[in-house]
Structure formats: structure tokens, C-alpha cells
């Protein structure tokens, strides 16, 4: 752990647009390692309260929980569709994801964005003091370094992409490309998720701001110095590998196993978003049961996606697609006394989640583009080691770049996901333990703390 951790020498203020603040359950990876640093540093968490008001203050409400503190702001409805809906999610999220067909280039949205990162521009310079250092989160902050550098703020600050970074002729297609990448490189550390979104950043900072990288693999970009550091997040595994086998998740599990009955269990548990390549999966599915007739009644595919963002239209769309996809499947298919398909549009616990992983023989996690993907981390963690089951993993997930052992499909690709789940089912006990047991060892070293120190290390080389 960095002196930043473990001295209190200084302070860890953390700024994302959700926080953890008043949930009942902190059961999720980033929330518990945040937590964590934010409680042992006597840190603050800096977000939206949640709430949308006719008219937000300008200020932060502070509040206490468990030893950590927040402190928290409101948005006016117009903030929350402009910068909110707008911007991060109809522009900064598609085109991110490499969906530019998808994003709505409205002005109008911009200006929400500039007014919600000044915002907290002005939040943190409220509440911090330079000796803290400042750990800003994901997509909907891009421009808060940027502004922080300008109003004189000298401390140290950081930032992790949750997202990919995405090939630099698709970022160009942001009308503020040259904005936003401003306020990336003025923070000190730019965290990412994989080698391949680094790369994407670099080659876009060189081409367009004539950034070079120094002999210590940070980059001077005009004026500043970031360090662009390769990051992967990982999962609290073994806190997951415990919850596989605790009383709601075995429970959960024989809940669906009275529907089941013997029937292999394949599974897939995804945000409903477009990113997350659930039509192809599902045609992928319908493939495998035209394929292979004596596979009918003898696996059943149980999709849990709970809706999301769904005042946005695409989110709509999908969940219509979804719903025809699967009411066509299970018509073509299924028979009296066997449904192929089920699909759940609702959010379980995590502890249920682990049982039905555990569960499962074999899960699908065949995003068309995702930064990480957790899902992929805690099926392998829930797995029983004597009969674990077998990951299905997309070649554009970051955890790819980690999980090699898994099977790795083009998730465009319908027959390919077929022959994958295929593969899966009748593989052998024997490789499904060897693969299972690298990629355990692989998410028990790089987890959710590991990913922590190594992001706050980084801070150690900054200059004071
Ligand atoms: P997300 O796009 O939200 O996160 P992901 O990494 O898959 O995606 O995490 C989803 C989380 O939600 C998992 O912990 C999963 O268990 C949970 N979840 C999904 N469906 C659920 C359901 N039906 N009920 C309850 N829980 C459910 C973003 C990026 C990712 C990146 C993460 C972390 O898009 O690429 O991995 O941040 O950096």
C-alpha cells in the first residue's frame, strides 16, 4: 500500500458521479475499494446526491457514513438530460464504445457538460486542500483536471476511464475531441483499463498535440507531464468466491435448479445496453438449437438484464429487440415441457448472482466493446474448482487482454458463439479445471486492491 494509504499523510478525495452514499449493500467491487481508502485516509467522496431539484444549490451537502465522508450536489433537470442523458450517454458513452451511428451531436449538451464539470471543478477546490490527492472517475469528469489546473489548483490529481479509449479516428468524431483530451492530460495519471486503450490514447495525443513519450514511459504533452498508466480493474474475488457458496447464493441457485432440473445452465448477466452485444448473443443461441437438434431440452440459457438509462431511446429499442428475440427463440424451439430461453429484465442480489454463476456450466460475456467487464472476473471467482464451469468471453472486452484461458469468440459472430457454447458444454472436466485454475490465480492476484495500490502508487512519482 502507497504512503498515500496507509501514512494519512494526505487525504483521498475521490469524485464520481455515483457514489456509494446510502446504499444498503457496498457489495460491489469499486464501491468496497474505495471504501476501503476512503476510510483509512479519512478520505472524502465527492458525486451526485441522485436527486434532480428545480433549483440546486452550487454548493456541496456533507454527510457522514461509516467513516467515510461525502460530500454531494444536486442537478437541475436541465443538467441531468444535458449532461447526464446528453452528453456522457448519448455522446461521450457511444461513441467511446465505437458507436458513432449512435451518438447525438447536440450543442446543447456541451454546454451541460462544461457547466457540471465546473461545477465540481468548484466542489473540490472547496473542499480539498493541496496536500490531497484528488481521484476523479470515469467519462463524466473529462474536463474537471483541465479546469482544476485553471483556477490554480496545484495538488495532485488523477483519473480512471471505466470505458474503452477507442481508436483515435473515432474520438476525433467528438466535435470537442481537442477539449476533452485538454482536460485529460492535465490530470497527472490517466488510468486505463487495457494495453490496447493506452495505445489508442498515446497515438492520438501524438498525432494531435505532438506528444512524446520520455525515457520513463510518461509522455510530455505541450506543457504537461502525464503518466498514462495501464490499469486493469479487477473484483473483491475472494469476498465473490465466499458469497458463491453463503445461504442466498445456494439458495437462489436451487430456485432456479427446480425450474431447470437437470438441464445444463448457461447464463448471461449484463446492464441491458447496447454495448453489451445481447442480440447477437441471442442469435447465437437460436443458432445453436438449429444446429444441433439433440442439444434441445438438454440446456436452457437464462439472460439476466436488468433495464437501464432506459429513458434514452436506444435503451427502448433494445429491450423491444430483446423481447422479440427471445419470444421468437423460445416459439421456434422450445416444446411443453422445455423453454430454450429465459429472460429476466430485472437486477438480483449479488449474493444470488454468485449462486446462480456457480450454477451455471457455462457463461456467455460477449460485450461488442467493453472496457473490463466484471461479470467475466466473477463467474470465475463463484466456480466450484472441482466442477467449475466455462467462460465464454468476447475478444473486445478488456478482460480479454487478461483471461486467455477462456474461450474467446467474435461476439458478431452468431455461429461462433454457437460453436463456443458447444465446446463448452462437452469439454471435458479435466480442461475445464485447467483453464478455470488460471484464470482464478489471475483474478485472485490482480483484484479489485492490487488494481487500487497500483493506480495510487502512481502518485508516488509526481512531483510534490
Ligand atoms: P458496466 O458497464 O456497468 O461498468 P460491468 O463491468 O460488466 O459493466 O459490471 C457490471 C456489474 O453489475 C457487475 O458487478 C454485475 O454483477 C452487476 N450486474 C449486472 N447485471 C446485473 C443484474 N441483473 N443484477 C444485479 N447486478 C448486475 C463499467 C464499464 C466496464 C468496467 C466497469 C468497471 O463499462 O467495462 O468493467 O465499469 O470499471
Known amino acids: 500500500m502507497t504512503d498515500q494509504t496507509s501514512s494519512q499523510a ?17 457489495a460491489g467491487g469499486l ?22 431539484l428545480d433549483f440546486p444549490s452550487s454548493r456541496a451537502k456533507r454527510s457522514e457514513e461509516d467513516g467515510v465522508e461525502f460530500a454531494l450536489t444536486d442537478y437541475s433537470r436541465d443538467q441531468y438530460d444535458g449532461f447526464y442523458l446528453g452528453y456522457a450517454n448519448s455522446v461521450l458513452w457511444p461513441v467511446m464504445h465505437n458507436r458513432i451511428d449512435l451518438a447525438v451531436f447536440d450543442s446543447a449538451f456541451y454546454r451541460y457538460y462544461v457547466e457540471i464539470n465546473e461545477k465540481f471543478a468548484d466542489i473540490v477546490q472547496q473542499q480539498a486542500t493541496p496536500s490531497d490527492i484528488v481521484w476523479v472517475h470515469d467519462y463524466h469528469f473529462l474536463l474537471l483536471g483541465d479546469m482544476l489546473r485553471e483556477d490554480g489548483w496545484t495538488g495532485k490529481c488523477g483519473f480512471f476511464l471505466h470505458i474503452p479509449f477507442p481508436a483515435p479516428e473515432v474520438f476525433r468524431a467528438i466535435p470537442q475531441h481537442r477539449k476533452l483530451a485538454r482536460g485529460l492530460f492535465a490530470y497527472d495519471v490517466v488510468g486505463l483499463q487495457c494495453g490496447k486503450d493506452l495505445a489508442n490514447l498515446a497515438q492520438y495525443l501524438e498525432e494531435e498535440f505532438g506528444a512524446e513519450e520520455l525515457p520513463d514511459g510518461r509522455f510530455r504533452v505541450e506543457d504537461r507531464i502525464v503518466h498514462l498508466l495501464h490499469c486493469p480493474i ?86 423491444e429487440q430483446l423481447d422479440a428475440l427471445s419470444g421468437r427463440i423460445n416459439g421456434d424451439y422450445g416444446d411443453l415441457d422445455w423453454m430454450p430461453i429465459r429472460y429476466l429484465a430485472r437486477g438480483y442480489d449479488r449474493e444470488e448472482i454468485a449462486g446462480l454463476y456457480r450454477r451455471a456450466k457455462a457463461c456467455l460475456v460477449t ?15 463463484a466456480q466450484d474448482p472441482e466442477d467449475p464451469g466455462v467462460l465464454i468471453l468476447s475478444q473486445f ?45 489471475n483474478i485472485m492476484s490482480q483484484d479489485i486492491h492490487w488494481w487500487r495500490t497500483r493506480f495510487l502508487t502512481a502518485f508516488d512519482e509526481v512531483p510534490a
Open 234 to 319: 479487477g473484483i473483491d474475488s475472494r469476498s465473490f468466491a465466499e458469497a458463491a457458496t453463503a445461504e442466498p447464493a445456494t439458495l437462489a441457485a436451487a430456485r432456479l435448479s427446480r425450474f431447470l432440473g437437470d438441464r445444463d445452465l448457461v447464463i448471461g448477466v449484463d446492464r441491458m445496453d447496447y454495448s453489451k452485444g445481447l442480440p447477437q448473443r441471442f442469435e447465437g443461441m437460436a443458432k445453436l438449437f438449429d444446429r444441433y437438434p439433440d442439444l434441445h431440452g438438454r440446456i436452457s440459457f437464462t439472460q439476466i438484464a436488468p433495464p437501464s438509462r432506459s429513458v434514452v431511446e436506444e435503451y427502448a429499442q433494445l429491450r
Open 397 to 441: 472486452a478488456g478482460a480479454a487482454e487478461q483471461m486467455k484461458e477462456a474461450i474467446i469468440i467474435n461476439p458478431y459472430d452468431s455461429s461462433a458463439i454457437a460453436e463456443a457454447v458447444k465446446q463448452a458444454i462437452e469439454m471435458s472436466r479435466e480442461e475445464r479445471c485447467m483453464r478455470w485454475q488460471s484464470l482464478y490465480e
Open 367 to 381: 460485450p461488442l466493446q467493453d472496457g473490463m467487464n466484471l461479470v467475466a472476473k466473477e463467474f470465475v471467482a
Open 31 to 52: 464501491a468496497v475499494a474505495l471504501w476501503d481508502t476512503l476510510a483509512d485516509t479519512r478520505g472524502l467522496w465527492i458525486g451526485w446526491s441522485g436527486r434532480i
Open 10 to 26: 494526505s487525504r483521498l478525495i475521490a469524485v464520481s458521479n455515483r457514489t456509494a452514499a446510502g446504499q444498503e449493500s457496498r
